[in-house]
């Protein structure tokens, strides 16, 4: 009780790793009284309002609390910083963000402590980096050489889109002139010696990743034929700017350095072979995803109808229904988590989120059968919305056909695709699924493209989840994530013995 007047006084203002240890309930909760009036009642029911559990607006107040400790300020006072900092403890200390941290920031956002209507998620997000910023980030010594790169780089960023003008900057301000200024000092001139040239060329042929390991560089020939083109493309522009009269010096990469293009077709058989290889495990891969999610199904609804601390058997597997401490208190029973736990009995592995499992299974059978029926590719299904199914009728027979239009992604193509009755099932199972976990509506979200950095403007996306109270559009990663969860289910293995995994050329 003296620690925590102290504390509450503000006599000391504790470390966040020292709160989050010292887990006092009653601390937090009396630093909750003291919000001014009607400001507690309001994050509630703003956190309500959204779509939160009692247990995620209680986390979340815990941390606003643990913030008001550590600052020694009230809650008026807090600012976006604020929860940045505490974001970036709990990552350096733990791995990961304390638990509560997002939705501290929606409740100090709905109350109006914090001016923002964004996520944390995407307050978080920097997008689009200045030319100068990427450049810098490879510690290059000499300021002339990187001034060069600077405006090198300007004028070729409106001609390319912001993935391409990354793998750009890093090419030829990291594989290139870093790797050469690491290995001859103080250098500062395009007029390299042809010693310094063919060391640069050896070195490319491999890099080293994050693993340590060293790998066999494969795009070695695109980058030379970038630096080739830096160099030509500044002795082209010295006959229009004088600036570039300086740097105008014959190209370091020959013609000839680029007869290694039938490597590049190689590659590309190499990568045609992996699909030779895996289409006929296809109908397996499709019977998997369906079975996976069937058993999915089953599981869930039996676990649904068994009451909670009681056992029911499955498939001849004994499972214990869990209700989580955390939703054990008393006003949380009957507006507790929304996700099912299941346990199986005598069984030491930690407790199954079975309604969550149904989902990763439903969305892996929905990506898969929409890859299959499309052809497009895998980041494309992010981009797909409700209003890219349309009609056309007919001119001849009237008949009204439906189309599903793909925006442009990496070919810079509109695509407008025949929908199949099969591609048709599948979409219109998805539709029905959003619009039952969200009152009959598809949710208008924001899509956040991790290639350009850029956030897009709120759409009815079809791709999207709701793993906590905010709805999000599945990323490239996730749907990697799924395609690898239902190959490592099949149990089918490649050439060298080992389980089948995605790469985007796969479908």
């Known amino acids: 009780m003296g620690l925590?007047?102290?504390?509450?006084?503000?006599?000391?203002?504790?470390?966040?790793?020292?709160?989050?240890?010292?887990?006092?309930?009653?601390?937090?909760?009396?630093?909750?009284?003291?919000?001014?009036?009607?400001q507690l009642d309001r994050m509630r029911d703003f956190g309500a309002e959204i779509g939160m559990t009692h247990r995620h607006i209680d986390e979340?107040?815990?941390?606003?609390?643990?913030?008001?400790?550590?600052?020694?300020?009230?809650?008026?006072?807090?600012?976006?910083?604020?929860?940045f900092y505490l974001r970036a403890v709990g990552r350096r200390e733990t791995g990961e963000a304390y638990v509560g941290t997002h939705s501290a920031w929606d409740l100090l956002g709905g109350a109006g402590v914090i001016d923002s209507k964004d996520t944390l998620k995407d307050a978080l997000r920097h997008g689009q980096r200045p030319t100068a910023e990427l450049v810098d980030a490879y510690n290059i010594q000499s300021t002339q050489v990187r001034n060069l790169l600077v405006r090198y780089l300007e004028e070729r960023r409106p001609g390319i889109?912001?993935?391409?003008?990354?793998?750009?900057?890093?090419?030829?301000?990291?594989?290139?002139?870093?790797?050469?200024?690491?290995?001859?000092?103080?250098?500062?001139?395009?007029?390299?010696?042809?010693?310094?040239?063919?060391?640069?060329?050896?070195?490319?042929v491999t890099y080293v990743n994050k693993s340590g390991e060293v790998k066999e560089r494969r795009s070695r020939i695109d980058v030379m034929m970038r630096v080739r083109g830096f160099y030509l493309d500044i002795q082209e522009w010295a006959h229009e700017d004088p600036f570039w009269v300086q740097w105008a010096v014959p190209s370091p990469i020959t013609r000839g350095d680029g007869a290694g293009n039938h490597k590049?077709?190689?590659?590309?058989?190499?990568?045609?072979?992996?699909?030779?290889?895996?289409?006929?495990?296809?109908?397996?891969?499709?019977?998997t995803a369906e079975r996976v999610h069937r058993e999915a199904v089953a599981l869930l609804e039996a676990a649904r109808a068994t009451p909670f601390n009681e056992t029911f058997e499955h498939g001849e597997t004994r499972y214990l229904r869990?209700?989580?401490?955390?939703?054990?208190v008393p006003s949380r029973l009957d507006h507790g988590s929304p996700h099912v736990?299941?346990?199986?009995?005598?069984?030491?592995?930690?407790?199954?989120?079975?309604?969550?499992?149904?989902?990763?299974?439903?969305?892996?059978?929905?990506i898969i059968e929409t890859l299959r029926h499309t052809g497009v590719r895998a980041e494309e299904p992010t981009e797909l919305i409700h209003l890219a199914l349309v009609s056309y009728k007919l001119p001849d027979t009237s008949e009204v056909v439906p189309l599903l239009q793909i925006v442009p992604s990496k070919s810079n193509e509109e695509q407008l695709l025949l929908v199949s009755p099969e591609l048709a099932s599948v979409l219109a199972t998805i539709i029905k699924r959003l619009r039952d976990v969200n009152g009959g509506k598809i949710p208008l979200i924001s899509r956040y493209d991790s290639h350009e950095r850029v956030t897009g403007p709120q759409l009815p996306h079809l791709f999207q989840r709701r793993p906590y109270w905010q709805p999000q559009v599945?990323?490239?990663?996730?749907?990697?994530?799924?395609?690898?969860?239902?190959?490592?289910?099949?149990?089918?293995?490649?050439?060298?013995?080992?389980?089948?995994?995605?790469?985007?050329?796969d479908f």
């Open 4 to 38: 925590n007047s102290l504390l509450i006084s503000r006599v000391v203002l504790p470390r966040y790793v020292f709160l989050r240890g010292y887990k006092a309930m009653r601390l937090c909760k009396d630093v909750q009284q003291m919000f001014p009036a009607g």
């Open 60 to 83: 979340g107040l815990r941390v606003i609390s643990s913030i008001i400790l550590h600052t020694g300020r009230e809650l008026a006072q807090l600012t976006a910083e604020d929860v």
């Open 161 to 204: 889109d912001y993935g391409t003008f990354r793998g750009l900057v890093r090419e030829l301000a990291g594989v290139f002139w870093a790797d050469i200024e690491a290995r001859h000092p103080g250098i500062d001139t395009l007029r390299l010696p042809d010693e310094v040239v063919d060391g640069w060329k050896q070195r490319l």
């Open 264 to 287: 590049i077709i190689k590659t590309t058989s190499r990568m045609h072979q992996r699909v030779r290889e895996r289409l006929p495990h296809l109908p397996v891969l499709l019977q």
């Open 322 to 328: 869990v209700l989580p401490k955390v939703n054990q």
């Open 341 to 366: 736990y299941i346990k199986e009995v005598d069984s030491t592995e930690r407790r199954i989120s079975q309604s969550l499992v149904e989902d990763d299974a439903f969305w892996a059978w929905a």
């Open 474 to 505: 599945m990323s490239e990663a996730g749907i990697k994530r799924a395609l690898d969860r239902t190959l490592e289910a099949t149990g089918l293995r490649d050439q060298a013995g080992e389980p089948l995994r995605y790469t985007p050329h």
